[in-house]
Nanobody
């Protein structure tokens, strides 16, 4: 499974961005997916996650009400709509996919996309 993020960039506080994560390869094996972020000097943290069918989502408290995660399995793509962005949202955002292979579970990661929010 290969994951490629896009949609990052520089935006002013209060603005919006939409991140995309395109999956390729053995996409039929992908289960849950999620967005993580890592700011300089900080640990990588979960931003939002979504189940395989998209019926259930969860969010970090810091982004609830501002970010929306979704996925289009027909297009093998996951999205993160980010509204009301704050400078503290500045980070590299990574796409994650959980792949189930028999009894084993594997995590796949994209290369990351930079999001910078100016004050």
């Amino acid at each position: 499974v290969q994951l490629v993020e896009s949609g990052g960039g520089l935006v002013q506080a209060g603005g919006s961005l939409r991140l995309s994560c395109a999956a390729s390869g053995s996409t039929f094996s992908i289960n849950a997916m999620g967005w993580y972020r890592q700011a300089p000097g900080k640990q990588r943290e979960l931003v939002a996650a979504i189940t395989s069918g998209g019926g259930s989502t969860n969010y970090a408290d810091s982004v609830k009400g501002r970010f929306t995660i979704s996925r289009d399995n027909a297009k093998n793509t996951m999205y993160l709509q980010m509204n009301s962005l704050k400078p503290e949202d500045t980070a590299v955002y990574y796409c994650n996919a959980e792949v189930v292979a028999g009894r084993d579970v594997y995590d796949y990661w994209g290369q990351g996309t930079q999001v910078t929010v100016s004050s």
